[in-house]
């Protein structure tokens, strides 16, 4: 292999050998430099990649990222270096929010630690709130009920997470009178009952909103966003 004026020789014993100019180190080739399957020179520096994946470098561009492994190639540029490490493929499938990773096909450093999150997604009056993943395979556990973990993944893996439904309903009252339950997130499904509350010498009349009915309490199954306002009179 060779730089821009130098040379490197990889010896059938893991070592190298480098000659031609030198103004930078780059054919100062590291004491107790053994074990190397493959090199690389470029412009004014060198790179050895030793047979346990760790890189070594010389010359005028030395900066090895702290704790690089599992490599098993590499390549230099005139001012940077590259590193390529083993992959696996990571599946991720989720209905709803942002993955990360994303949704799709991933790859990802095989046997490296891999953090996986979601967030709850708002997205006008509806909520998406994760609950966890199920379809959990290679590296994932089957399922689980956090959205955040990390995981060490060693082989081809896939997931899918889980969302809650939530909707926004405006529960309201006149002047005259309060509701029960107040308005706020409710999960799509849910079977609710709102009682209207009417204060001194009032009386309950009728419900306005989304439905029209006098009936109280108001019962509803939570099918989407809605708003409902009591109205009293005396």
Known sequence: SGGRLHSLALKSDGTVVAWGYNQHGETNVPAGLTNAVAIDGQSDYSLALRSDGTVVAWGSNTDVPPGLTNVVAIAGGVNHSMALMPATRLVVLSPAG???PGFGTNWVIRDAPQAFRVDTAV???TQYVCMGWTNG???IPASGTSN????LVTNDSSITWVWQTNY???????AHGSVSPTSGWFTA???LQVQASPTNYYHFNTWSGTVTTTANPLSTNVAGPFTETACFAE
């Open 148 to 151: 955040a973990m990390t995981v």
């Open 189 to 191: 499904g849910t079977n």
């Open 98 to 100: 942002s993955p990360v």
């Open 168 to 174: 926004w309903l405006n529960l309201l009252a006149d």
């Open 137 to 139: 395979s290679g590296s």
């Open 123 to 125: 997205q006008g009056a």
